[in-house]
């Protein structure tokens, strides 16, 4: 199963310059799944904290029941409850 590249089609099916997002984007939803485009890995996984790159930083999620719904080269979902999401 592939996760749809949302802000890529947006750029695309809009005409608008590639650099109008950042190298990274975050959609929150509900405290509950977190999508992610433009990571470059993983650092860490356990069920309270997934911690990833992206370009010029690292993110730091930190929750309860934490799982990747999905995951791909890019994009990737996170499920569970989520209580803070910090960038470095």
């Known amino acids: 199963m592939n996760i749809f590249n949302y802000f890529g089609e947006l750029k695309k099916e809009l005409s608008l310059p590639s650099d109008i997002f950042k190298s990274y984007n975050l959609v929150n939803i509900s405290g509950n799944l977190l999508y992610v485009e433009g990571h470059l890995g993983l650092n860490v996984?356990?069920?309270?904290?997934?911690?990833?790159?992206?370009?010029?930083?690292?993110?730091?999620?930190?929750?309860?029941?934490?799982?990747?719904?999905?995951?791909?080269?890019?994009?990737?979902?996170?499920?569970?409850?989520?209580?803070?999401?910090?960038?470095?």
């Open 45 to 88: 996984i356990s069920d309270d904290n997934i911690v990833f790159k992206v370009k010029n930083g690292i993110i730091d999620v930190k929750g309860k029941e934490l799982s990747l719904k999905n995951l791909s080269q890019t994009t990737m979902a996170i499920q569970g409850k989520i209580y803070k999401i910090e960038v470095f």
